[in-house]
């Protein structure tokens, strides 16, 4: 089983809440990325993590965190949304972090 | 640093003729992975083709791309497009660490 699993597929929130997204994937793979994807720009990786290590990219390291609570499960936390978070959140995998990333299939988050 | 640039965001070809686009990236990283993905409507992204190795042809499904990292170069080409190749294509850089760099993506449509 090759499929990385992502919910909600579809999240609305409201500005200044929280939003919390979940990502899975079975293939014992030590990496998982999160991706944001805004129309017409390239997905940008925000984070990932390696086995237990957490790497954030520089310029939103305060607006995102994230939790790994075992090797299949992989959460994207923004504390307080705010409009420009509006994006899709693509979720990826892979096996020693640089060859082949599975991805799933997107949470379109759009905050109002 | 290190980046990807898609020149064309969107191609219309008509079925049948050659597909080719474009890929240029920069890394300052010898051992760099290069990756195509395709990604089609209401699926999940996913990897075509990749190469770290100079000059050397890489195929999969009808599609090749060759790395040449004298002109930092890996364009995705088909002889013959069809109309099931309609998607968006994505270029992507893995440099010496576990980091992704997506381009912003060509949009690909075949007509009849």
């Avoid at chain 2, 890394?27 to 992975?33: K, L, M, P, V």
Wanted: some cysteine; glycine content about 6%.
């Amino acid at each position: 089983d090759t499929t990385v699993k992502q919910n909600p597929r579809y999240k609305l929130a409201r500005v200044g809440k929280p939003v919390n997204l979940i990502c899975s994937q079975t293939m014992n793979h030590d990496t998982m990325y999160w991706y944001q994807k805004k129309p017409n720009q390239a997905p940008k990786l925000l984070l990932f993590y390696y086995d237990k290590i957490l790497n954030r990219e520089a310029d939103t390291f305060e607006k995102f965190q994230s939790s790994r609570p075992n090797n299949s499960f992989c959460s994207l936390y923004i504390g307080s949304a705010g409009l420009e978070y509006s994006a899709m959140y693509l979720c990826a995998s892979s096996r020693k972090g640089r060859y082949e990333q599975y991805f799933g299939p997107g949470t379109r988050l759009t905050v109002l | 640093g290190d980046s990807v640039t898609q020149k064309e965001g969107l191609v219309t070809l008509t079925e049948g003729l050659p597909v080719m686009l474009n890929c240029t990236y920069q890394t300052i990283y010898s051992n760099a992975f290069l990756f195509w993905y395709v990604h089609y409507l209401n699926e999940s992204p996913r990897l075509l083709l990749k190469s770290s190795t100079d000059n050397k042809r890489t195929e999969h499904q009808g599609f090749h791309a060759t790395l040449h990292k004298s002109s930092s170069s890996f364009h995705l080409q088909k002889s013959s497009a069809q109309l099931s190749d309609s998607a968006l294509y994505y270029c992507a850089l893995s440099p010496g660490y576990q980091n992704f760099y997506f381009g912003k993506g060509t949009s690909l449509t075949v007509i009849p």
